[in-house]
């Protein structure tokens, strides 16, 4: 299979067709995770995910609901994975020597390479769950957004059972996820810092911060990966206020 985009395609929007959406949950996510108007970017996204000094670079790719990603921790060979994600089911595999070897549900939740990213974060898994419900506006880092709703399928595996996603109103990226255990404490958040114009009118992340919070001590912040991606070539980086 060809790949050609990213597995982060949540945030990749047109502008101009953000602003048209309809305030209808379900279209405001699609249009966050909006992916086929980036078939230039061949090559994938490239980045890093940084902790506590360490670098991991990684290269990421999507095709649908079809997902791949590079990654090499430190002294290690290249690990490469293939995702595949339903509304009620999530496929991960990794590729061991030229074989596609399937992960247990066990290792979805696990960090990647020791940052505060685990493998359904990477892939914004929640963003393909069914029936998600606006809730309010609200501004994020003075932007004005769409709050919404996004409950796990019943049987789902992961970690997360409610899902808070802030979608920017005008360029339709998302700014801010939060992510609450089943007794509502905060587990996970997602901070969007900057953002880039990758083509006419096409937005993709640039900067993020992800937090693991303690759901037991109010959601207080206990450790931080940033993650950030290069800017493809003839790209015009935009700051998020």
């Keep these: 299979m060809n790949f050609k985009l ?10 101009t067709h953000a602003q048209d959406l309809a305030p209808d949950a379900r279209q405001i996510l699609e249009g966050a995770r909006m992916s086929a108007t980036l078939t230039k970017l061949e090559d994938g996204l490239r980045g890093s995910l940084r902790k506590s000094g360490s670098n991991t670079p990684i290269t990421l790719f999507l095709m649908g609901k079809d997902i791949q990603f590079h990654f090499t921790e430190k002294g290690q060979p ?6 595949r994600i339903g509304d009620e089911n999530f496929n991960l595999f990794e590729n061991i020597n030229g074989k596609m070897t399937e992960f247990p549900a066990a290792k979805i939740v696990e960090p990647i390479a020791g940052t505060d990213l685990t493998y359904e974060d990477l892939a914004l898994r929640f963003f393909y769950w069914p029936n998600p419900k606006l809730e309010a506006g609200e501004e994020v880092r003075g932007e004005p957004c769409y709050k919404i709703r996004v409950d796990k399928p019943k049987g789902s595996s992961g970690r997360y059972e409610v899902v808070y996603v802030w979608v920017h109103k005008k360029f339709g990226a998302f700014m801010r996820i939060r992510g609450h255990d089943k007794s509502g404490g905060l587990v996970k958040e997602f901070e969007v810092e900057d953002i880039m114009n990758v083509a006419n009118n096409v937005w993709t992340l640039r900067k993020m ?3 693991t919070c303690d759901p037991n001590n109010g959601g207080r912040r206990v450790s931080i990966t940033d993650v950030a991606f290069d800017s493809p070539k003839k790209v015009a980086p935009r700051g998020v206020r």
Excluded at 6 to 15: E, F, K, P, R, W
Excluded at 78 to 83: P, S, Y
């Design 6 to 15: 990213i597995a982060l395609a949540a945030v990749l929007v047109s502008s």
């Design 78 to 83: 290249l690990r490469m994975f293939h995702m």
């Design 209 to 211: 911060q992800v937090a």
